[in-house]
């Protein structure tokens, strides 16, 4: 099982490393070949040097193995420190890299799951696994040259100890498999710590920045709502620091019976080449050969053990970013290339819950939508008219029934090429912390034709007035995240610039839902009805649970409990009998007639 993720995770992240950074992997070969020779300076030059002085002390020899520890030692050390800063370099390279990957793959996730609590607890445990759990590519990578050093070098140490005092090698086997055991079970401890604190993390993270994030300022003030804030963030840091406080007691007892191990094996190795030696077995420099080499041969069978160790966690964390990088796709998604418009949609005996939810919000909708057709859709809040929309886009797959464009079931189409069929202007439309031009342009390559055609339609829109009020124009960013001149444009302004980047899309569809709750019904009858004249023959949806958009569509659907109640003209509504739409017209008559 745990080589499955260790296979899993070499297989996803090493062949793109090597072929994007080579030089990394080669420098981290040359530091191998470098911290395995180390070891061996002075196992092998010390015992000279003290059976020269206690022979024949011959001072020019003895100076030149002296020399020769000295700079090679000095010689590999710095290669290896100077190594160690490239290969540090190349950690902040991964990070980035890594994180954009991974930015771009929260952002393309499908919408269903940007709701969706596992697959957000999973982007924190991505997030965290691949930056200080386990120390990105550069925390993965390491310790499989640290074990490729460690073996190397302990094959070398085994084949100096076995000729002159083999059981060094026992003693420290039997030593090292205790510690292994011990090291095993904090490990086991961490992990489980580290599971819990994602989900303290989240809530950190919303605390942290979401909060303190000026556009929540409002509310947070009007509401008093700081004590609230403070004294949760208090309450979460509490079990944060609970939890660390936990995970060191644990690990407290197990540490000092490492060092019980570790004292155990020096005491052991000493009595044992202590006795070789006074026998006579071995001369004085080799007793201090073996002291070396079988402190050299504990810490190399331990970078070994707990490289593998560390490789296991390391992996296991990583994993996570394998895991959310892969999360399995929320709706099908198809190949089908959409053909040029104009499009008939058709709703065909649909029906709607929220994932995880188990009420329908739409039931047995039957719908079409013909091509340039302008529709209405109407009823009270929370009736599902929203959602509907939502199906159409394919932020959502119907439950039941199915949507089909041109007589195709839309998720049969490619999914991306699909989208581009709609230009919605959803009720909580969000523009980004940018430029005017870049919320507008957003992917389009800035060229003078499109920036003449950004111009008019921001002219339509009703922004050119504002416009030119700001010195930088177009260029002018909207909030002060990145520029300190931004714009805190009103909700009017910001609603106009959604609605120039909506027909700057020049989708075949447009989709106007509930431009906002708090316009009086003439002030939003007003929005669609300019809207409308924008969207020339393009097919249009209007959403309200009011009737601005009623006298100028083609049909009005009116939505309650789940269903289509009502569908027609206006004139044919207006007159039905008892209609919940002539009813709703006849109390607010009095917005739309002239
Ligand atoms: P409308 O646009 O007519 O006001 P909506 O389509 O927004 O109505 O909502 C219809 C129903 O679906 C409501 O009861 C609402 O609470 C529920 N709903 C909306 N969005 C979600 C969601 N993401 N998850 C679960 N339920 C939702």
Redesign the pocket.
């Given at each position: 099982m745990k080589d499955n993720v260790i296979l899993k995770v070499y297989k996803y992240f090493l062949p793109s490393a090597w072929r994007r950074y080579k030089g990394y992997f080669i420098i981290r070969f040359l530091r191998l070949i470098v911290n395995t020779i180390t070891p061996f300076v002075p196992i092998l030059f010390m015992p000279r040097i003290v059976d020269e002085l206690v022979g024949s002390r011959d001072v020019k020899r003895i100076t030149t193995y002296v020399l020769v520890i000295l700079i090679t030692e000095y010689v590999l050390n710095n290669l290896n420190g100077l190594f160690g800063n490239i290969l540090e370099r190349y950690s902040q390279k991964f990070e980035n890299y890594y994180t954009a990957l991974m930015s771009g793959r929260i952002m393309e996730l499908d919408f269903q799951l940007t709701?969706d609590k596992k697959a957000l607890d999973q982007i924190e445990l991505a997030k965290n696994g691949m930056s200080w759990y386990s120390g990105g590519l550069n925390g993965i990578v390491e310790p499989l040259f640290n074990m490729a050093t460690a073996l190397l070098t302990v094959a070398g140490v085994v084949v100096i100890i076995a000729g002159q005092a083999p059981l060094i090698l026992l003693i420290t086997l039997v030593l090292l498999v205790l510690s292994a055991v011990i090291n095993k079970k904090m490990n086991q401890i961490e992990q489980e710590q580290y599971a819990k604190l994602s989900k303290i993390n989240r809530v950190f993270g919303y605390m942290g920045w979401e909060l303190t994030d000026f556009r929540y300022g409002k509310d947070i003030r009007l509401y008093g709502a700081k004590d609230m804030m403070v004294n949760k963030w208090r309450n979460y840091s509490a079990t944060f620091v609970e939890m660390w406080g936990e995970l060191s007691h644990k690990l407290i007892s197990l540490r000092l019976l490492l060092m019980i191990v570790d004292v155990i094996r020096d005491f052991g190795i000493y009595l044992y080449v202590g006795v070789l030696a006074i026998w006579g077995r071995i001369s004085i420099g080799v007793t201090t050969q073996m002291f070396t080499a079988a402190g050299t041969f504990y810490n190399s069978m331990r970078n070994l053990v707990m490289g593998y160790q560390d490789l296991c966690k390391r992996t296991h964390y990583a994993n996570e970013y394998v895991k959310f990088m892969d999360y399995p796709a929320a709706i099908m998604k198809g190949t089908k290339p959409v053909g040029e418009g104009p499009h008939t949609f058709e709703f065909r005996n649909m029906s709607f819950s929220?994932p995880g939810?188990d009420v329908e919000?739409l039931k047995d909708i039957n719908l079409t939508l013909t091509p340039g057709e302008h529709l209405s859709i109407v009823?009270l809040?929370?009736?599902?008219?929203?959602?509907l929309v939502k199906l159409l886009c394919r932020l959502y797959d119907p439950t039941e029934g199915a949507i089909y464009m041109d007589g195709v079931d839309i998720r049969e189409y490619d999914y991306e090429q699909y989208m581009n069929v709609f230009a919605p202007v959803f009720q909580d439309f969000k523009l980004f912390a940018f430029s005017m031009k870049e919320n507008v342009l957003i992917q389009a390559k800035d060229t003078p034709e499109r920036e003449a055609e950004m111009t008019k339609v921001l002219d339509k829109v009703g922004l050119t007035e504002k416009l030119s009020t700001l010195s930088k124009g177009v260029n002018t960013y909207v909030f002060k995240h990145f520029d300190e001149d931004g714009i805190e444009p009103s909700g009017g302004e910001q609603q106009k610039l959604a609605i120039a980047r909506a027909l700057y899309k020049n989708a075949p569809v447009v989709i106007l839902d509930e431009p906002t709750a708090a316009l009086d019904p003439m002030a939003e009858y007003e929005i669609y009805r300019q809207f409308n004249d924008l969207v020339d023959e393009r097919t249009a949806i209007y959403?309200s649970?009011r009737l601005s958009s009623c006298q100028f569509c083609d049909r009005i659907a009116v939505?309650s409990d789940k269903e289509i109640k009502e569908y027609g003209t206006h004139a044919e509504l207006v007159n039905k009998k008892n209609g919940i739409y002539a009813e709703m017209f006849a109390a607010q008559a009095q917005y739309y007639q002239a």
């Amino acid at each position: 099982m745990k080589d499955n993720v260790i296979l899993k995770v070499y297989k996803y992240f090493l062949p793109s490393a090597w072929r994007r950074y080579k030089g990394y992997f080669i420098i981290r070969f040359l530091r191998l070949i470098v911290n395995t020779i180390t070891p061996f300076v002075p196992i092998l030059f010390m015992p000279r040097i003290v059976d020269e002085l206690v022979g024949s002390r011959d001072v020019k020899r003895i100076t030149t193995y002296v020399l020769v520890i000295l700079i090679t030692e000095y010689v590999l050390n710095n290669l290896n420190g100077l190594f160690g800063n490239i290969l540090e370099r190349y950690s902040q390279k991964f990070e980035n890299y890594y994180t954009a990957l991974m930015s771009g793959r929260i952002m393309e996730l499908d919408f269903q799951l940007t709701e969706d609590k596992k697959a957000l607890d999973q982007i924190e445990l991505a997030k965290n696994g691949m930056s200080w759990y386990s120390g990105g590519l550069n925390g993965i990578v390491e310790p499989l040259f640290n074990m490729a050093t460690a073996l190397l070098t302990v094959a070398g140490v085994v084949v100096i100890i076995a000729g002159q005092a083999p059981l060094i090698l026992l003693i420290t086997l039997v030593l090292l498999v205790l510690s292994a055991v011990i090291n095993k079970k904090m490990n086991q401890i961490e992990q489980e710590q580290y599971a819990k604190l994602s989900k303290i993390n989240r809530v950190f993270g919303y605390m942290g920045w979401e909060l303190t994030d000026f556009r929540y300022g409002k509310d947070i003030r009007l509401y008093g709502a700081k004590d609230m804030m403070v004294n949760k963030w208090r309450n979460y840091s509490a079990t944060f620091v609970e939890m660390w406080g936990e995970l060191s007691h644990k690990l407290i007892s197990l540490r000092l019976l490492l060092m019980i191990v570790d004292v155990i094996r020096d005491f052991g190795i000493y009595l044992y080449v202590g006795v070789l030696a006074i026998w006579g077995r071995i001369s004085i420099g080799v007793t201090t050969q073996m002291f070396t080499a079988a402190g050299t041969f504990y810490n190399s069978m331990r970078n070994l053990v707990m490289g593998y160790q560390d490789l296991c966690k390391r992996t296991h964390y990583a994993n996570e970013y394998v895991k959310f990088m892969d999360y399995p796709a929320a709706i099908m998604k198809g190949t089908k290339p959409v053909g040029e418009g104009p499009h008939t949609f058709e709703f065909r005996n649909m029906s709607f819950s929220y994932p995880g939810a188990d009420v329908e919000v739409l039931k047995d909708i039957n719908l079409t939508l013909t091509p340039g057709e302008h529709l209405s859709i109407v009823g009270l809040n929370g009736a599902g008219k929203t959602t509907l929309v939502k199906l159409l886009c394919r932020l959502y797959d119907p439950t039941e029934g199915a949507i089909y464009m041109d007589g195709v079931d839309i998720r049969e189409y490619d999914y991306e090429q699909y989208m581009n069929v709609f230009a919605p202007v959803f009720q909580d439309f969000k523009l980004f912390a940018f430029s005017m031009k870049e919320n507008v342009l957003i992917q389009a390559k800035d060229t003078p034709e499109r920036e003449a055609e950004m111009t008019k339609v921001l002219d339509k829109v009703g922004l050119t007035e504002k416009l030119s009020t700001l010195s930088k124009g177009v260029n002018t960013y909207v909030f002060k995240h990145f520029d300190e001149d931004g714009i805190e444009p009103s909700g009017g302004e910001q609603q106009k610039l959604a609605i120039a980047r909506a027909l700057y899309k020049n989708a075949p569809v447009v989709i106007l839902d509930e431009p906002t709750a708090a316009l009086d019904p003439m002030a939003e009858y007003e929005i669609y009805r300019q809207f409308n004249d924008l969207v020339d023959e393009r097919t249009a949806i209007y959403i309200s649970h009011r009737l601005s958009s009623c006298q100028f569509c083609d049909r009005i659907a009116v939505f309650s409990d789940k269903e289509i109640k009502e569908y027609g003209t206006h004139a044919e509504l207006v007159n039905k009998k008892n209609g919940i739409y002539a009813e709703m017209f006849a109390a607010q008559a009095q917005y739309y007639q002239a």
